[in-house]
């Protein structure tokens, strides 16, 4: 499944639901994804084989598709620009321990009642979520604007790579850290399990570890932005991020491993709030669903390559070699988006140029 959902954010968020999320109400979008996906984990309950149920994770794999991008574009319209970095790592911070959380409660689930149930109550968190997103009353668009084509506004995102610094720094730096994580993700069982003899438990302390870095990463962020830049900031957590890799390659225990891993964590929380803090103040509202779908889809295929070429490197050399080159990917990434995020925007992104087509909105759904 995993795959597959990555396949689907690399084709459909490039190709389909960039200048779509410009162009229809977010809110809508939001809500549409969350029931879409409450739907199909109802149906998953009747699946009949392996076929329907990969079928049902490619269409939950759309509809999250739409979703994230439309999260990250309109929360520049919720909160004052001086507010966006702690909004940014609260809203990181929350993702990251339900993913943190969310399995280890899912398998209790499953433990007591089985698949079934755990699926429906995945199902009602999509509807509780589709409720609050409703509840919201201010608009998640600035304006909209009337569709010039798909293919047309298809292009003048892609042009946004030549004229908007932020969005290339983002889409070439954290390319390099995906490449980075994609050897980690690869090898990290290698090391727990086998070079560290830690077993599932100790496989489980290293993913837990990341997670626990990325929760406290992410939330301290935002204040961290409120002293120092943006750049600044951002050159720090992927340097971290290194120093986390390139110390757990190295590690003499299980425990001195997840320790490092904490710290790449708290670098990568660090890191992910800043990606969307450079798009968002750097991007105009009309063109920042475009911006952040074309960011993900070019990042998320580089950390499908990266996992096709980590698996023969963490054969052939090693799982602490493949920690250490993606330390080196890492610290190599740090000095590019210092040098890339050059003037780029520290405040709120700019209005569109021209406001002529524009379509006033309604206050509500």
Not at 261 to 273: C, E, K, Y
Request: aromatic residues 6%; proline residues 4%; positive net charge.
């Amino acid at each position: 499944m995993p795959g597959i959902r990555l396949l689907v954010r690399v084709v459909v968020i490039g190709l389909l639901a960039g200048p779509l999320l410009d162009r229809l109400p977010r809110r809508r979008v939001m809500v549409g994804a969350d029931v879409a996906r409450g739907a199909l984990f109802c149906l998953i309950v009747f699946a009949g084989g392996a076929l329907q149920i990969v079928l049902i994770a490619l269409l939950a794999g759309v509809a999250s598709a739409f979703f994230r991008p439309a999260v990250y574009a309109g929360l520049p319209n919720l909160v004052a620009d001086e507010e966006l970095p702690r909004a940014n790592g609260l809203f990181q911070a929350a993702d990251n321990a339900t993913m943190t959380i969310g399995p280890i409660l899912g398998g209790l689930l499953v433990a007591a009642v089985g698949p079934n149930p755990a699926y429906v109550v995945n199902a009602a968190s999509f509807a509780v979520s589709a409720l609050l997103i409703l509840a919201i009353r201010r608009n998640l668009e600035e304006r909209r604007v009337e569709s010039k084509g798909h293919w047309r506004e298809l292009v003048s995102g892609l042009a946004l790579l030549r004229s908007s610094r932020a969005l290339r720094t983002v889409v070439c730096a954290w390319s390099v850290v995906m490449l980075a994580s994609a050897g980690i993700s690869v090898a990290e069982i290698f090391l727990a399990e086998d070079v560290l003899s830690g077993g599932d438990f100790g496989y489980g302390l290293l993913v837990s570890a990341s997670g626990l870095g990325l929760i406290f990463g992410s939330l301290l962020a935002g204040r961290l932005m409120e002293r120092r830049s943006t750049r600044e900031i951002y050159a720090l957590a992927i340097t971290l991020m290194a120093v986390g890799f390139a110390g757990t390659a190295v590690a003499p225990s299980l425990w001195s491993g997840a320790a490092l891993l904490v710290v790449s964590g708290f670098g990568n929380g660090m890191a992910i709030v800043c990606n969307g803090l450079f798009i968002q103040r750097d991007v105009s509202d009309d063109l920042r669903g475009r911006a952040f779908t074309l960011a993900m889809s070019l990042t998320y295929a580089m950390l499908g390559l990266g996992m096709i070429a980590a698996a023969p490197v963490t054969s052939a050399l090693g799982a602490r070699a493949a920690f250490g080159i993606s330390g080196a990917l890492c610290l190599l990434a740090a000095p590019l988006a210092l040098l890339l995020s050059r003037d780029v925007r520290e405040r709120e992104a700019p209005t569109p140029e021209s406001a002529e087509t524009a379509v006033p909105t309604g206050p509500g759904v």
